[in-house]
């Protein structure tokens, strides 16, 4: 049987667009559950890949299973300054500074997104690469926030859970304020 190319595109498409759909919605779903940890042994490494390649080429620098509507712990990241990534299964904050710092970041679950959020100035985290190698990470800047960010995620919670506003910003307007009251 023949079918007609532009019915046949048709066709396509829609089911294109179903499958789409499909993913987005599991996507939603997965981004609000409390991850289950990987069983002892579990082969990381597929999802592993997969999830650097969509970190990768969406220009990230850390991914959660779960953005890919996968609700398991399992996150992956890169540390840019010192050229290294990381695998990390069943992650878990074991130490964390009780000082959090502010600082801006985006999700690329959120496209478009850049939200203030505070977290902790450094954190020691431990959990196991993708050959069940146990690991832990002492983290500071940037890497200690990338780890914040991605874990928050395998409890189902988002960086806009936690927005808070600029503290800088309220003391420059004072100050402003208070400049030209004086002037
Ligand atoms: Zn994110």
Same mark, same amino acid.
Request: glycine residues 10%; aromatic residues 2%.
């Given at each position: 049987?023949?079918?007609?190319?532009?019915?046949?595109?048709?066709?396509?498409?829609? /089911?294109?667009?179903?499958?789409? &759909?499909?993913?987005?919605? %599991?996507?939603?779903?997965?981004? #609000? *559950?409390?991850? /289950?940890?990987?069983? #002892?042994?579990?082969?990381?490494?597929?999802?592993?890949?997969?999830?650097? =390649?969509?970190?990768?080429? $969406?220009? @990230?620098? $850390?991914?959660?299973?779960? *953005?890919? $509507?996968?609700?398991?712990?399992?996150?992956?990241?890169?540390?840019?300054?010192?050229?290294?990534?990381?695998?990390?299964?069943?992650?878990?904050?074991?130490?964390?500074?009780?000082?959090?710092?502010?600082?801006?970041?985006?999700?690329?679950?959120?496209?478009?997104?850049?939200?203030?959020? =505070?977290?902790?100035?450094?954190?020691?985290?431990?959990?196991?690469?993708?050959?069940?190698?146990?690991? #832990?990470?002492?983290? &500071?800047?940037?890497?200690?926030?990338?780890?914040?960010?991605?874990?928050?995620?395998?409890?189902? &919670?988002?960086?806009?859970?936690?927005?808070?506003?600029?503290?800088? &910003? @309220?003391?420059?307007? =004072?100050?402003? %304020?208070?400049?030209?009251?004086?002037?």
């Amino acid at each position: 049987m023949r079918l007609d190319v532009a019915v046949a595109h048709g066709l396509l498409a829609s /089911a294109q667009a179903r499958l789409a &759909r499909k993913a987005h919605e %599991e996507i939603q779903v997965a981004l #609000r *559950q409390v991850a /289950a940890p990987l069983e #002892r042994g579990e082969d990381a490494r597929p999802l592993a890949a997969e999830m650097i =390649r969509t970190m990768i080429e $969406g220009g @990230g620098i $850390g991914l959660a299973a779960p *953005q890919l $509507g996968v609700s398991k712990r399992l996150i992956v990241g890169l540390h840019q300054s010192e050229g290294w990534s990381f695998v990390l299964i069943n992650p878990v904050i074991t130490k964390r500074d009780k000082h959090r710092v502010w600082g801006r970041e985006g999700c690329l679950s959120l496209p478009g997104k850049l939200v203030g959020v =505070r977290r902790h100035k450094t954190v020691t985290v431990e959990g196991h690469d993708v050959e069940w190698k146990p690991v #832990r990470i002492k983290a &500071r800047g940037l890497l200690a926030r990338v780890l914040q960010h991605e874990i928050d995620h395998l409890d189902g &919670r988002l960086m806009t859970d936690g927005e808070e506003p600029d503290p800088s &910003r @309220g003391t420059r307007e =004072r100050k402003l %304020e208070h400049v030209v009251y004086e002037t």
